[in-house]
C-alpha cells in the first residue's frame, strides 16, 4: 500500500493496477469566472499531492489552524496510510461550452457520446463538467480524497451525481489476478495492462498526431468513458450454467474461452463445435467486443461493482460501474458499444443507467497544476 507516484507523463490511476476500491464524482462549474476555476484546480493539485502520501490535505491538519477556523482536513483518514490512493481528474464536454471561452480548446475527440439502443440513462447519473477518479484500497482513503476536494472547491463546483465501487473488476497490470464480477466471471482477462507500451501508446494515449489544433493539451492525457451498468443479478442467478457461460463466450471458473481450458488460452473465434457451430457463439460478449470483430480497436477497462441498496421493488441495485480509458472514443468505444447494443447476449441481464465523457489531460510535473495545459 504504498504511495503511488502523483506527477509523470500521465496521470496516475490509468496504467496503476487497479485498486480494490473506487469514489467517482461529476461536477458541474457553478462559478462564472474562468481564473477562479484555475485557481480551484490548483487547490485540488496541492491537496491531491499531499493527500497520495497519506497525508492531511492540507499543511494545518485537523487542528493546526486553531480553535476558531474551520479545520483545514476534515480528519477521517488521518492515520490511514496512503492505501494506493490516486486522484485522477477529468474535463466533459460541457465545460468547452461559451461560459469560460473555452470553446476554442475542445479536442475534436471530446464529443458528447451518441445514444446507444437500449440505454435508459438517467440525468442524474450522467454527465458533467469535471470528474474525479479517486481509486484506493481503503473505501475510507477514497471518500476522504473526493470530499476534501469537493469542500476546496466550494463556490466553485457542485457534485451531479457520484459513485462507491467496492471491487475492482479489472486487472490492469500481468503482476495481478484477475477478479470477478457480479455475475461471477472472471472480469479483465484480455485488457489492455501497463506492461505493453505499444499497446497504450496504440490504444490509451493521446498521441501528437491526434489533435493537431484545439485539443493539443491532450497529447499525453486519455478519455475516460463511464457507464453504470445495472445487472438484473435476480434474473441471472436463475439462469443455467450453460446459457450464463454462452453469454460471455468463456467459462465461469476457469474463464477460459469455450473449448479451452486455461484462462489464457488463445481465444479463438474460428474453432467450431461437432455440430459445426462456433464454439464461441455469434452473441457471446467476448467476440463482439474482440478486435478481430472491430477493425483493431481495444480499450483499457478499469471498473468496479457497486451495489447501492435496493431499488424499492425487492431487486437489489447492483452492477458493474464501468470505467474505460482510450485515445479516441469516436473509434474505439462508439463503435464496441454498438457493436454490443445490438447483438450482445449479455443484454438480456444488463441496463445502461447512466453515462458520461471526460478528457483526462496529461500527468504534471513538480509546481504544476492539473490542466495547466489548458488554462
Ligand atoms: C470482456 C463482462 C460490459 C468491453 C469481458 C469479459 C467479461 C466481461 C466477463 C471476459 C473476460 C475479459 O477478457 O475481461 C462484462 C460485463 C459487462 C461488460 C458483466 C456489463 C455489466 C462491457 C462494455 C464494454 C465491454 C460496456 C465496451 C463497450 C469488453 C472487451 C472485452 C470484454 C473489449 C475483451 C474482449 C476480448 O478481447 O476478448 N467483459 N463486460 N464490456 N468486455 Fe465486457
Known sequence: DAPVAFHGEHQAGIVT???????????????????????????????????ILGAEAAPGGLVGGGPHKVPQDTGEAYGLPASGLTITIGFGPSLFDDRFGLANRKPVALQKLPAFRGDRLEAHRSGGDL??????????????????????????????WSQLGFGRTSSTSTSQTTPRNLFGFKDG??????????????????????????????????????????????????????????????????????????????????????????????????RLAHESQ??????????????????????????LFFIAFMRDPRRQFVPMQRALAAKDALNEYIVHTGSALFACPPGTEPGQPWGRALF
Open 294 to 319: 472491430l477493425g483493431g480497436i481495444r480499450i483499457l477497462r478499469r471498473g468496479y461493482n457497486f451495489t447501492d441498496g435496493t431499488d424499492g421493488v425487492g431487486h437489489l441495485d447492483a452492477g
Open 189 to 286: 482477462t484480455s485488457n489492455v495492462k501497463a506492461e505493453e507500451p505499444d499497446a497504450l501508446a496504440e490504444h490509451v494515449w493521446v498521441q501528437p498526431q491526434d489533435e493537431a489544433g484545439a485539443g493539443a493539451w491532450m497529447t499525453g492525457g486519455s478519455y475516460l468513458v463511464a457507464r453504470r451498468i445495472r445487472m438484473q443479478i435476480e434474473v441471472w442467478d436463475r439462469t443455467n450454467l450453460l446459457e450464463q457461460e454462452q453469454v460471455f463466450g468463456r467459462g465461469k471458473q476457469e474463464g477460459e474461452p469455450l473449448g479451452e481450458t486455461k484462462e489464457f488460452d488463445r481465444l479463438d473465434l474460428d474453432r467450431t463445435g461437432p455440430d459445426g457451430k462456433p464454439l464461441i457463439p455469434t452473441t457471446a460478449h467476448v
Open 131 to 160: 470528474c474525479i477518479q479517486a481509486c484506493a484500497n481503503d473505501p475510507q482513503v477514497a471518500v476522504h480524497a473526493v470530499r476534501n476536494l469537493v469542500r476546496l472547491g466550494f463556490g466553485v463546483v457542485s457534485v451531479r
Open 17 to 51: 493496477p487497479a485498486q480494490d476500491r473506487l469514489h467517482f464524482v461529476a461536477l458541474d462549474v457553478i462559478s462564472k469566472d474562468r481564473a477562479e476555476l484555475a485557481r480551484m484546480l490548483e487547490r485540488w493539485t496541492n491537496a491531491a499531492e499531499r493527500m
